[in-house]
């Protein structure tokens, strides 16, 4: 299998269970990072983590993916309510991409509700807490079968 897979996190994902817990559960971003490695193991697609709590190194990473990944799995954190940069990088890309959230973010402040990411997204996984991207991989999985690739 010649490419891997890029799951990708955007800003304060990397203070996943340092804080606020009772919205985003007690697993840390590596809990996450491990849970995507054993599923991708499991569905036999090597797994590449990456998060970043800047903008435009969101946008490098994405571009990297050019040519290089079969899939990205992303949950862009905030910038997924105001960065039409991330939309245009994951369009660019031109692989499939499963947008991921960890809350519920139709059932909370309503800032929270708009997704520009959703756009460039083959689809989005909400509210299931941290098994979402687990369920992403698989999705992302299925997508690249079908597709043959
Ligand atoms: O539910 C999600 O996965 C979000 O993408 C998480 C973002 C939030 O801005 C989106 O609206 C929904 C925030 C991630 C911040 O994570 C923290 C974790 C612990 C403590 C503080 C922030």
Redo the contacts with the bound molecule.
Sequence with gaps: MPHSVAVIN????N???????K??GAATLADVEALCRREGEALGMMVECFQSNHEGALVERIQACRGTARGIVI???????TSIAIVDALMAAEVPAIE??????HR?ETF?HHSYVAAAAAGSI??LGIE?YALALRALAGILRDQGT
């Design positions: 955007g800003p304060n994902l203070m996943l269970g340092l804080r606020q817990p919205i985003y949950n862009p954190g905030a910038y997924t309510h991921v959230h960890i809350s519920n973010i909370r929270r909400i509210g979402g």
